[in-house]
Nanobody
Framework: QVQLVESGGGSVQAGGSLRLSCAVS????????MAWFRQDPEKEREGVAT???????RYADSVKGRFTISQDNAKNTLYLQMNSLKPEDTDMYYC???????????????????WGQGTQVTVSS
């Protein structure tokens, strides 16, 4: 059974940094994609960053140059390093996973099969 468990969220002032982690069990990285999404309760879930098994990454325009997605296969853990945080980055952050090739769907929530429970990030001005 695939399980994804996020951690590392919290409260930070604008300009600060946080690193989110997603512990993965029951899932292999080979030939697969992992991603981070975020969601405000009043908005649709938004793709933030994605990474595949060979380390290729994609980012939403809103986080390019500030966020970095990475994975440690030995530790079965996905990371999201978030720098220069802004109040508009405040959201619940989720990690997600699926197998196969996502094509143009890599940052769309509908393509992903497995989800974590989320971790809250709050950025104050």
């Amino acid at each position: 059974q695939v399980q994804l468990v996020e951690s590392g969220g919290g409260s930070v002032q604008a300009g600060g940094s946080l690193r989110l982690s997603c512990a993965v069990s029951g899932y292999t990285y080979m030939g697969n994609y992992m991603a981070w999404f975020r969601q405000d309760p009043e908005k649709e879930r938004e793709g933030v960053a994605t990474i595949n098994s060979v380390g290729s990454t994609r980012y939403a325009d809103s986080v390019k140059g500030r966020f970095t997605i990475s994975q440690d296969n030995a530790k079965n853990t996905l990371y999201l390093q978030m720098n220069s945080l802004k109040p508009e980055d405040t959201d619940m952050y989720y990690c997600a996973a699926n197998s196969g090739y996502c094509g143009t769907w890599c940052l769309l929530p509908g393509w992903y099969k497995y989800w974590g429970q989320g971790t809250q990030v709050t950025v104050s001005s």
